[in-house]
């Protein structure tokens, strides 16, 4: 997988929702180690289980496979269901709207091999589950929903609102979702995020 600093700009993908890097690691660079809080950690499961910038394929975890060739697929038990990682990327929103992009590798990285995510990530993924999120984001969120010229976009504005704000959204989107106009990868994406609330 491709390295990036953390809190470097995101650069990736053309997904147009990021702004920061956090937890692309490579097996070549020294990482920030530590502990992290268990509420950390449960928030983030939460948010494995909704993958944005989903992709075909998947990157191993080269810390696992250091002496083998080929690497090694990665999974977490996650509220009782095996998540394949490594092939989609999770959202943190900072209060002030900033958007952090992870692989979502980043929560076996945490969990096996002690990497310590930067403060602001960390912060950004506990308000978000406490809905701490500002409203400018939310707005630029829904017009995200609504106007963005990729689908994938759509889809994963739709699926960040789900996680911050899902008391301004849970409605509005079953509600585009029965639409017959509605996009039937919008449609599917998006339904599978509602039925995890
Ligand atoms: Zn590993």
């Known amino acids: 997988m491709t390295y990036y600093r ?3 700009k995101y650069v990736y993908s053309e997904s ?3 702004d920061m890097n956090v937890g692309w690691l490579s097996r070549w660079r020294l990482f920030a180690g530590g502990a992290v809080s268990s509420e950390f950690m449960e928030v983030l499961a939460s948010q494995v289980r909704m ?6 394929g998947g ?12 690497g090694v697929a990665v999974t977490a038990r996650i509220f009782e269901v095996e998540y394949r990682l490594g092939s989609a990327e999770i959202h943190a929103i900072s209060r002030n709207g900033e958007v952090f992009s992870a692989p979502n590798l980043i929560y076996h990285y945490i969990d096996r091999h002690g990497y310590r995510p930067p403060g602001e990530f960390v912060q950004a993924i506990i ?13 630029r969120l829904r ?10 976009d759509r889809v994963d504005a ?4 789900i996680q911050v704000s899902p008391a301004s959204s849970v409605n509005w989107l079953s509600e585009i979702v029965e639409l017959p ?6 449609r599917r994406r998006v339904k599978v995020a509602l039925q995890l609330l």
């Open 6 to 8: 953390d809190l470097s």
């Open 16 to 18: 147009a929702i990021p």
């Open 51 to 56: 993958p944005r910038n989903q992709m075909r």
């Open 59 to 70: 990157h191993p975890c080269h810390f696992c496979s250091a002496l083998r060739l080929g």
């Open 127 to 139: 308000d978000g589950g406490e809905g701490k999120v500002h409203k400018s984001a939310i707005i």
């Open 143 to 152: 017009e995200m929903v609504e106007d963005a010229p990729r689908m994938e």
């Open 158 to 161: 739709a699926i960040d609102l």
């Open 181 to 186: 106009s509605c996009h039937s990868y919008f």
